[in-house]
């Protein structure tokens, strides 16, 4: 038997299971990938306040990874919601010493119920320390203006001018992700070379708790599984529409999107994807 690449996740776990790292390893077992978790925080319902987030701490994370590591190993990371300049800075130095071939980083920085996922001040670590070393990084539209610094991003050409100036902190490549703006959702990839565009029609719905993860983790699992890396964009996000697509709620509150869509009622949407040079 051929044995499926091995994922981490690296992130908060999100109770309701829509986001962080349950919507990460929800998303590893339908693209046939191997999940695996480190905690870095507990994030509870409705996290508007720090309050509700209980970080783990850093002996905590480090026998997370080690175990991880020792246990079964590791082809591909994705980070997620890192919190503190702690976490950030032990998590650059695990991922760096076990040399892990693919490592996307989601600069998660605010949930969708406006809830704090990245202190201010960690920021510059972000920046410095985790930045550099990703494979691609994975900013939605308030996440690249906080690292460009405020700036203000209204149109697909701020997008693409925002993926071109995201690549000097050092990642191999940038996906801005547009969904945030009006219109089609288009996402903006740049390599150092090419830009390309991706994009889905609007989807009608407001259950699309978690979609930014699922996204990432859809796009480390198809990086690891070794396609390149417009491949891998297009067809994350052909999975992740379609998840919205099916998106629903048990309540009144914003529901998940469907990890399992594509497999139960195949993928509706096709990515239309331009490449630009
Ligand atoms: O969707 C962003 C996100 C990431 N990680 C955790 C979260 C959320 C949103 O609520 O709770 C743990």
Redesign the pocket.
């Known amino acids: 038997m051929n044995y499926p690449v091995r994922v981490m996740t690296i992130?908060?776990?999100?109770a309701g299971g829509s986001?962080?790292?349950q919507a990460d390893l929800k998303t590893f077992e339908e693209l046939d990938v191997y999940g695996m978790s480190i905690i870095t925080?507990i994030?509870g319902r409705h996290?508007e306040t720090n309050k509700n987030v209980h970080l783990q701490s850093v002996e905590a994370i480090e026998a997370q990874f080690s175990t991880a590591i020792n246990q079964v190993g590791a082809d591909g990371v994705k980070t997620?919601?890192l919190f503190s300049k702690e976490v950030i800075e032990v998590v650059a130095r695990l991922i760096r010493k076990e040399e892990i071939q693919t490592v996307v980083v989601d600069p998660?920085m605010i949930?969708?119920?406006n809830?704090k996922?990245l202190k201010d001040d960690a920021i510059e670590e972000l920046v410095h320390q985790l930045i550099p070393m990703a494979t691609i990084i994975t900013p939605n539209v308030p996440e690249a203006s906080i690292l460009l610094g405020g700036r203000e991003l209204n149109t697909v050409e701020d997008l693409k001018q925002a993926a071109i100036d995201l690549h000097k902190l050092g990642a191999k490549s940038v996906l801005v992700k547009g969904g945030r703006l009006e219109g089609p959702a288009v996402d903006v990839l740049f390599n150092g070379t090419a830009l390309t565009t991706f994009t889905a029609p609007r989807i009608d719905t407001v259950n699309t708790?978690?979609a930014?993860?699922t996204y990432s983790a859809a796009i480390t699992a198809n990086l690891t599984k070794g396609q390149a890396v417009a491949e891998a964009v297009g067809l994350a996000k052909s999975f992740v529409t379609t998840a919205i697509e099916h998106g629903f709620s048990y309540t009144d509150i914003v529901g998940p999107t469907f990890h399992a869509a594509s497999r139960k009622f195949g993928e509706a949407h096709p990515i239309k994807i331009e490449t630009l040079t």
């Open positions: 992130a908060g776990s999100a986001a962080g790292i925080a994030v996290p997620g919601m998660v949930g969708k119920m809830s996922l708790s978690g930014g993860c």
